[in-house]
């Protein structure tokens, strides 16, 4: 499974940004979701995705950030509102699944609020 992210920028405080990540292979992905990685600092979920469509966000970004999925694509989606300077970090997609369940992840695209 390979995972391409696209979608990172520079935007200025309170503005948006969309994420996406599509995943190729042909396991079914259950989680799909997206950490995200500030200098000096561990990676934190931002939010993850089931392929029912439960949803969990990271206490940082509910109320302003929005986790979709299109399944039939295995493409995940990270709408991005009222982008605040602590959100610059770079965003790494990931998804898991298989026979033998597993983690796999995208390269990371930065993302960089202005203030």
């Known amino acids: 499974v390979q995972l391409q992210a696209s979608g990172g920028g520079l935007v200025q405080a309170g503005g948006s940004l969309r994420l996406s990540c599509a995943a190729s292979?042909?396991?079914?992905?259950?989680?799909m979701g997206w950490y995200r990685q500030a200098p000096g600092k561990q990676r934190e979920l931002v939010a993850r995705v089931t392929s029912g469509g439960s949803t969990i966000y990271g206490d940082a970004v509910k109320g302003r950030f929005t986790i979709s999925r299109e399944n039939a694509e295995n493409t995940v989606y990270l709408q991005m509102n009222s982008l605040k300077p602590e959100d610059t970090a770079v965003y790494y997609c990931?998804?898991?699944?298989?026979?033998?369940?597993?983690?796999?992840w995208g390269r990371g695209t930065q993302v960089t609020v202005s203030s």
């Open positions: 990931y998804a898991a699944g298989g026979l033998v369940p597993r983690k796999y």
């Open positions: 292979g042909s396991i079914f992905l259950n989680d």
